[in-house]
Structure formats: structure tokens, C-alpha cells
């Protein structure tokens, strides 16, 4: 079974320039995430998906980041304009959960490096 | 306000030397505790889900226990391979994960 796959690995940039991530979860998977992580630094929650609904992005920039999730399945993650302190890993994760049931663990990308330059 | 803390920061073991890893948190209805092994320029993987006091999981050498305030990941006579920024994190009532800043294990051959 595919795994989160995450597009592009690495992107290098301009400040100012506009840059997009995006993530296809795994398959049945009706929650999404985006982390930011910085170096030697946990993952932060930038914004979580149930289905295609935004349900958490109150730690997102929202004056230069957006998000989407078109049809409750791929995500994008945008950053217009992309500034030096963006450079980090972003990271798409997903994972299942419905009324009654246990969490399910959330499962990672492999992870975009962003270098702002 | 939601928490979590890892400790040590860095451990430098040698191969065979079995340590524990500490996970405190502080979290309002907690759903669960999830621990995740990094390995460098890679998303976290995966390792144990623990969802109340007294619960543990094991998987090789490795073995995740929880209380009511903290969780530890005990290390069994560790090798090379398992050598890599070992994660917590929680998930409260929102069904957000909150992660703690990680423990970078290095074992020494």
C-alpha cells in the first residue's frame, strides 16, 4: 500500500517568490495535516483537514500561507510571498478516525525541505 | 495550555547499553500517546499508540510504557540502527497531535 506521498522533495527559492506543496494521502484516509518543521525541532500544526473541511488553521500565516484540499483527498500548501524564516520541513501526514472509534495514528510524508534564499 | 516535553535532549549510548527515554505532558482529554522514530531528511515513522495509564507496547527492542504524566521509551540492549530522533507527541480532544522537540539517540558500535 502507497504511503503519504509528498511533492516536491527540496525547493530552493527566491524570498519573495511564491512556492506550493502537495501531499496525496493514503487512500480512505479522511484527515489531513500540514507540519512545519524546523531544524531539531518537533512538527507544528499548521492546518488540519477532515475531509475537505479546514477544522484547525489557527497556526496558520494566513496573511502568506493558503491551503486547499480539493474533493477530501490531495492538498496543497502555498506560501505567497515566501519569506527567510519559511525555510523549513514541511510535512503532509493523514490518518482516519469516525464517531466511536479509537484514534488512528497518523502516518507522514516524506517531507518538502523549502530553503529560502 | 496543551504540552509536551521530552528528555534528554541527545543520549549517546553504547551498543548493548539499555536507557529510557522520558515524554512528559500536560494535556487537557487526552485521546492518546504516539511515539515516532525520525531518521534524518525522512518524515517521522510510526512506532506505538498508547491510549491509557498503565498500557505498553513493544516491537523489537524497544518498549513504550504511560502513566497519567508521562511516557518512557525503554531501549533494550541497543544497536547502531537505532540510532535516530525518537518523538512524542499527544492528541487531545481536537484530534490535534502536539509534538514534543524529540530525543536524537546515537548508538555507538
Known amino acids: 500500500e502507497a504511503g503519504v506521498v509528498q511533492s516536491p522533495r527540496y525547493k530552493i527559492i527566491e524570498k519573495k517568490q511564491p512556492v506550493a506543496f502537495w501531499c496525496n494521502p493514503i487512500s480512505g484516509h479522511n484527515t489531513l495535516y500540514w507540519y512545519r518543521q524546523n531544524l531539531g525541532q518537533g512538527p507544528e500544526l499548521l492546518i488540519r483537514?477532515?475531509?475537505?473541511?479546514?477544522?484547525?488553521d489557527s497556526q496558520l500565516p494566513k496573511d502568506r500561507f493558503s491551503a486547499e484540499r480539493l474533493k477530501g483527498v490531495d492538498s496543497t500548501l502555498k506560501i505567497q510571498p515566501a519569506e527567510l524564516g519559511d525555510s523549513a520541513v514541511y510535512l503532509c501526514a493523514s490518518s482516519f478516525h469516525g464517531t466511536g472509534e479509537k484514534n488512528t495514528e497518523a502516518f507522514f510524508g516524506q517531507g518538502t525541505r523549502l530553503t529560502v534564499v | 495550555e496543551d504540552q509536551v516535553t521530552q528528555s534528554p535532549e541527545a543520549l549517546r549510548l553504547q551498543e548493548g547499553e539499555s536507557s529510557s527515554l522520558n515524554c512528559s505532558y500536560t494535556v487537557s482529554g487526552l485521546r492518546g500517546l504516539f511515539w515516532y522514530r525520525q531518521d534524518p531528511g525522512k518524515g517521522p515513522e510510526f512506532l506505538f499508540t498508547?491510549?491509557?495509564a498503565g498500557e505498553e507496547k513493544e516491537k523489537e527492542r524497544l518498549k513504550a510504557t504511560l502513566t497519567k504524566k508521562e511516557s518512557f521509551l525503554h531501549i533494550t540492549a541497543p544497536k547502531p540502527e537505532d540510532s535516530a530522533t525518537y518523538l512524542c507527541?499527544?492528541?487531545?480532544?481536537?484530534?490535534?497531535?502536539?509534538f514534543g522537540t524529540g530525543t536524537r539517540l546515537k548508538v555507538l558500535a
Open positions: 507527541a499527544v492528541q487531545a480532544g481536537t484530534y490535534k497531535y502536539i
Open positions: 498508547l491510549y491509557s
Open positions: 483537514y477532515e475531509n475537505e473541511e479546514a477544522v484547525d
